[in-house]
């Protein structure tokens, strides 16, 4: 059985940092797509960075130059480092991982909140 893990949420002050970890169990992430959704409150989710298995990144534009996303594959793990955080940066963050042929993940993590606030 698969499972995605993520922890490293809270809350921040803006213009502060976090990183995100997604730890895998049952499958190795090197053989998947690595990548982080969030959902604020009253939106729809949103792709936020993904990263393929010859490590090409993508992100969406809202944080591109703030956030990076990284993998260990020796550790079966991804993270998402977040800096120069903004409060429209507040939501619940999922890791996934999603075969490189599929459309959607294939897994999903349980979500970890992150929260910037004054």
């Known amino acids: 059985q698969v499972q995605l893990e993520e922890s490293g949420g809270g809350l921040v002050q803006p213009g502060g940092s976090l990183r995100l970890s997604c730890a895998a169990s049952?499958?190795?992430?090197?053989?998947?797509?690595m990548g982080w959704y969030r959902q604020a409150p009253g939106k729809e989710r949103e792709l936020v960075a993904d990263?393929?298995?010859?490590?090409?990144?993508h992100y969406a534009d809202s944080v591109k130059g703030r956030f990076t996303i990284s993998r260990q594959n020796s550790k079966n793990t991804a993270y998402l480092q977040m800096n120069s955080l903004e409060p429209e940066d507040t939501a619940v963050y999922y890791c996934?991982?999603?075969?490189?042929?599929?459309?959607?993940?294939?897994?999903w993590g349980q979500g970890t909140q992150v929260t910037v606030s004054s």
């Open positions: 049952g499958t190795p992430l090197s053989t998947y797509v």
């Open positions: 996934i991982a999603q075969s490189p042929i599929a459309t959607t993940p294939d897994y």
């Open positions: 990263m393929s298995r010859g490590n090409k990144r």
